[in-house]
């Protein structure tokens, strides 16, 4: 059973405009959330996280929100660019029940920016 | 500083062989996570040292899989033997500290395992 669901497969987005990638969750214990970036052939990259105890977190042109109450995250790209294209991957943890941190990853969702 | 490096990038093996994949984390960073991406699947993760020590390795498919950090340096992850189930992308990440406050774990390229 899926704890962490990214339902878009692939999202294709014009240059300059805005991204939005979506993720749910449904285990209430997650307390920190996580977007990596990932190009083939290459590891995840860390992009942006959110604690639980906020609903906003900014870097850029990158915005993450997240609504605990509809266990729903979303990651906003803007302007969004063709470097931009990569598979986004929403990743959750918790610290409770012994797990220090393990992350539970989503199946990623393909972003296409097209110039 | 250099991050987290995996060896070898790509492995093709027999089912029944054995592979052992090797991690070397960030310097410093006391933890140390495997985690696998079977094709189209999302990444699961499958186990996690504090320094030399097994924190939790609950997402360990099963006993053909062990992993060691042998003085809480780099990490290994042998299979042996091989079923073809396993073939996937191996990721290793490490993280500086535990518990508060949060930090990402940074992750190496990963090992793509292939058993034929």
């Known amino acids: 059973d899926q704890q962490v669901k990214q339902n878009s497969p692939s999202l294709s987005v014009q240059e300059g405009r805005i991204s939005i990638l979506n993720c749910d969750y449904t285990n209430s214990m997650f307390d920190y959330f996580l977007w990596y970036k990932k190009y083939p052939a290459e590891g995840p990259t860390f992009l942006i996280s959110i604690s639980s105890i906020k609903d906003k977190n900014e870097d850029g042109r990158f915005t993450v929100f997240l609504n605990k109450s509809a266990k729903h995250l979303s990651l906003h790209i803007v302007p969004s660019q063709p470097g931009d294209s990569a598979v986004y991957f929403c990743?959750?943890?918790?610290?409770?029940?012994?797990?220090?941190?393990?992350?539970?990853f989503g199946k990623g969702t393909k972003l296409s920016v097209k110039p | 500083e250099a991050g987290v490096t995996q060896f070898p990038s790509h492995s093709v093996i027999e089912k029944g062989q054995t592979v052992t994949l090797r991690c070397d984390p960030i310097s410093g960073h006391d933890n140390l996570y495997w985690y696998r991406r079977v094709m189209g699947k999302e990444i699961k993760f499958l186990l996690h040292?504090?320094?030399?020590?097994?924190?939790?390795e609950s997402g360990m498919p099963n006993n053909r899989f062990l992993a060691e950090r042998t003085g809480g340096t780099y990490s290994t992850l042998k299979v042996q033997p091989a079923e073809l189930e396993d073939s996937g992308v191996y990721f290793c990440a490490s993280s500086q500290v535990s518990g508060l406050p949060r930090t990402e774990a940074f992750f190496g390229q990963g090992t793509r395992l292939t058993v034929v």
């Open positions: 040292f504090v320094k030399e020590s097994k924190q939790d």
């Open positions: 990743a959750a943890s918790a610290l409770s029940g012994g797990s220090q941190g393990n992350l539970i």
